[in-house]
Structure formats: structure tokens, C-alpha cells
């Protein structure tokens, strides 16, 4: 009967301890995380070598986070995981990012406190753990810099600036990642993840999303932005290639059928 090792987790303000499990066969080689921040316990779990998917839940209290989390624990070790103590990751990355995320958006009523409690957390991380969230973020500007998905913005928005369309990504973003890859894959997939609640006064826009770092980095270090925009490079857009006149309502319905029958 494997052994499940009694490890309490370390769950302050801004600290908490990850505990990292994997699971090989001679078919299979997939990892398992779980982690406690206060009352929300995030899951990531996938095949090895992949970013994979992030789950968030949300607890009563504190004790009812641990006690779910053991009782988990032991259900992956009777299923053959074995845990590593070895710290998986140095540096920040993908999985961290949208774990971020996906805990802010867990813990929130709407995409202006979610952002708000986004940048608290990340101001509970390291200056280099903000640094490279900075350089994460704007990898996500850069990828989904997409000419479709400007053309998705003006339908659901009733139009689309560039700055605009620079908001309608930070409202993307913080949708989570499910959601941004589901829209890059199609931006028509929008359509079953909107809701009413989704509205920032009759926009899906969440203009903030872009300056959390530099803001978490002021809470951080009580230094002003100019010093945090210095020592980060600037990340020049993508060529944005227009192909087609996202006016034509023909080419939106064709396009996006799901979106126009909701929004035209």
C-alpha cells in the first residue's frame, strides 16, 4: 500500500507550497500539481512536457482547502502517482500565468475586481516572477493580434478601434485559457463562453489587463512605473493582415455565424 506522506501546507498571505506528483507506464508519462492559496486550491494536470490544464476551487475556509486537498492526494498516490519534492520549475511560466489568472477570475464578481485582485497576487510574487509575467502578457497581445478576432471585437462590441481591440484582448485574456485558445483556434467558439454578466458598460473590453505588472510591480517595490517600463523591452505587434471588411455583415455571417445571430 503506497504511503502518503503527511505534508502540511504552508498557506500565509502570500505564501503557499506546491506539491507536484507524476504518473509513467510504458503507454503513459503525465504530471499532476496541486497547490493552496488561502481558500483556493489550483489543480494543473496534463501529459508531461505540456503546459497543461489549469482547474481552480474554491473552499469554505482554510481547513476545508487542506482537508480536500490530502483526500486528493491520497486518491492519485492509490491510483500510482508518485510525488517529486524536486523543484519542477526555476522560472515562472505559462501554467503560473494562467493559474494567476483562473484564481483571480475564481475569487471575482466581474473583470474590474478580478484584475484589481490579479495584480494583488502578483504582487505577492518576485520582482523577477513580475518581469517575466510582463513578458508572458504581452506574448498573448502578440498571438492573438489576429485580424479575425479585431473582426469578432467590432461584432460584439458594435465596433472596434485600435484601442478598443487592444481592450477586447485584455477582456480575452482574462477569460482564461480554455477560452483564448478556444478563440484563436475560431473566434466564432466566443459565442458559448459570453454571457450578460460578460459586459463592461455594453463592452467586452478590460483596458487594465495590460498595465497589471507595472502596477503590481509598484505595490511590490513602492517605485514608480517609469522605472519598471524601463527595464522592460518594448515588444513590437505582429503584421496584421486585412483580408477582409469586417463592415460587410456578409462576411460576418459567414464567418461567425454563431456570433452574428447574437450580436448583428
Known amino acids: 500500500m503506497p504511503c502518503v506522506r503527511q505534508w502540511k501546507f504552508v498557506t500565509y498571505e502570500n505564501l503557499s507550497m506546491k506539491r507536484y506528483f507524476t504518473y509513467q507506464d510504458e503507454k503513459t508519462n503525465k504530471f499532476w500539481s496541486i497547490d493552496i492559496i488561502g481558500e483556493t486550491i489550483t489543480i494543473v494536470y496534463g501529459k508531461s512536457h505540456t503546459l497543461g490544464v489549469t482547474h481552480t476551487k474554491k473552499m469554505e475556509s482554510l481547513a476545508d482547502a487542506e482537508h480536500e486537498v490530502e483526500k ?24 503560473d500565468f494562467w493559474g494567476l489568472i483562473e484564481r483571480a477570475k475564481t475569487n471575482s464578481e466581474d473583470v474590474e475586481s478580478q484584475i484589481e485582485l490579479l495584480t494583488e497576487y502578483l504582487s505577492q510574487r518576485s520582482i523577477d516572477d513580475i518581469f ?21 471585437a467590432h461584432l460584439m462590441n458594435g465596433g472596434s478601434t485600435d484601442v478598443s481591440f487592444k481592450n477586447f484582448q485584455g477582456w480575452l ?45 509598484e505595490l511590490k517595490t513602492g517605485m514608480a512605473a517609469e522605472e519598471f517600463n524601463d527595464k522592460t523591452p518594448s515588444n513590437p505587434l505582429p503584421e496584421l493582415k486585412e483580408d477582409w471588411d469586417y463592415d460587410d455583415e456578409d462576411e460576418q455571417q459567414k464567418r461567425f455565424p454563431k456570433l452574428y445571430k447574437k450580436f448583428a
Open 132 to 152: 517575466e509575467f510582463k513578458r508572458i502578457i504581452d506574448q498573448q497581445y502578440a498571438n492573438s493580434y489576429v485580424y479575425d478576432l479585431w473582426g469578432a
Open 173 to 217: 485574456i482574462a477569460k482564461g485559457r480554455s477560452v483564448f485558445q478556444a478563440a484563436l483556434e475560431n473566434p466564432d467558439n466566443l459565442a458559448k463562453y459570453v454571457q450578460e454578466s460578460d459586459y463592461n458598460f455594453g463592452d467586452y473590453e478590460a483596458e487594465d489587463m495590460k498595465l497589471v505588472a507595472e502596477k503590481a510591480f
Open 72 to 95: 486528493m492526494v491520497r486518491d492519485k498516490v492509490r491510483n500510482g502517482y508518485r510525488e517529486t519534492v524536486e523543484k519542477v520549475v526555476e522560472k515562472f511560466g505559462q501554467a
